[in-house]
């Protein structure tokens, strides 16, 4: 069924839009079509797109169907255009007639894969699936030039990386030895139990875990922070304090790993005088410009 087909569409592209707020061009109509399905589908920001084709599929609300079927003015007939010329209308007359050349044949309420190419299709769906992807991405880089890292935006990841190696390797070490860390954000006092790890330009934006983005800030305040940005004149010195502090601290126990993690910020990393406060400010701030020209929200 064609609404099948739409509502897996919108779904796979729900987490790019939504999470990374990445814009497909300003003629495009699935991110509308996702702003208003978001106001009325009880679908949160980051639920995979499994949950949010269930949620699609199944409401029986007449103006999610409605959306769904803007998606059938033009996707559908217009992807066989490479072999079959014409109208709408002769497209779809055609798509039914020729059995040998057209990929799937096109009625009111349905596609129907054509079995010429179904086993073609299935035994190259890698390959398929993959160059799909490749041209994806430079289709959206095209649209999103100053965001970083478009193929990794593409698919919301099985997993998350648990940041269990930069607790245990830095941080932990870090606040063990320090008495009196406090959150940048809330000023309370730190330790190795009440904090978690926070991405100072967020993860949604960076997509990114290397540890000069990294600081420990409050358990609760984080889990209420969401993908906010950081105000640059109020939060950047304290978050650059406490960075400066913890390479001085951990000196020559730095592992190498976070050491090429810095260079990719420093031109080298020797030691705690190579975190330079600009160099990491001009790296920092234009990301927070720029995500928040992208639909990034500032903390209150």
């Not at 870090?174 to 926070?198: A, G, H, M, P, W």
Request: charged letters at 25%.
């Amino acid at each position: 069924m064609k609404e099948n087909l739409f509502a897996r569409m919108i779904s796979n592209a729900w987490f790019p839009i939504n999470f990374f707020k990445l814009s497909f061009g300003s003629q495009d109509k699935i991110a509308e079509i996702i702003s208003e399905l978001a106001n009325i589908l009880p679908v949160k920001l980051n639920d995979d797109k499994n949950r949010v084709f269930t949620l699609i599929n199944s409401s029986n609300d007449l103006s999610t169907r409605k959306m769904l079927f803007h998606l059938d003015k033009n996707v559908p007939h217009k992807f066989l255009s490479p072999w079959l010329k014409g109208s709408k209308g002769e497209v779809y007359e055609k798509s039914q007639k020729d059995s040998n050349t057209s990929i799937y044949q096109l009625y009111k309420k349905e596609i129907v894969v054509n079995n010429n190419w179904f086993d073609y299709i299935q035994r190259n769906s890698k390959v398929l699936k993959d160059f799909t992807y490749w041209n994806l991405a430079i289709f959206l880089q095209s649209r999103n030039p100053l965001i970083p890292d478009i193929l990794n935006k593409l698919i919301k990841p099985a997993k998350r990386n648990a940041l269990t190696y930069q607790r245990n390797n830095f941080w932990n070490i870090y606040l063990n030895e320090r008495n009196d860390v406090r959150c940048i954000f809330t000023n309370e006092k730190l330790n190795v139990s009440n904090y978690q790890l926070d991405h100072f330009v967020p993860y949604s934006w960076v997509s990114h875990d290397l540890i000069w983005n990294l600081v420990p800030i409050l358990s609760e305040f984080n889990n209420s922070k969401n993908n906010k940005l950081p105000i640059i004149d109020k939060h950047f010195n304290d978050f650059f304090n406490i960075q400066n502090d913890a390479l001085n601290l951990l000196g020559n126990r730095l592992k190498k790993r976070f050491r090429e993690e810095y260079i990719t910020v420093f031109k080298s990393y020797n030691s705690a005088k190579d975190f330079d406060y600009q160099k990491l400010k001009e790296t920092i701030e234009p990301q927070i410009s720029v995500a928040s020209n992208n639909g990034f929200q500032f903390l209150e």
